[in-house]
């Protein structure tokens, strides 16, 4: 029961980490959009981060599964 509240609070944790990428991708692609964006590169940091998390919660949903 413990682990699975544990990993309930870092799926939850997770989820927000992926909100405010997301909200910064936007904030991204309008940048670069008007010329205002100077590292392209950290859009596609950002996809990868999303990435990265997304596998990390299906990881995690896999473990209480098994």
């Known amino acids: 029961m413990i682990k699975k509240l544990d990993n309930s609070k870092d799926v939850n944790k997770i989820k927000e980490e992926i909100i405010n990428l997301k909200k910064s991708l936007i904030n991204f692609n309008f940048q670069k959009s ?3 964006l100077e590292k392209t590169s950290s859009i596609r940091k950002a996809k990868k981060n999303i990435a990265r998390l997304k596998t990390k ?3 995690l949903n ?3 599964n098994a």
């Open 34 to 36: 008007t010329g205002q």
């Open 57 to 59: 919660i299906s990881n």
């Open 62 to 64: 896999g473990e209480n």
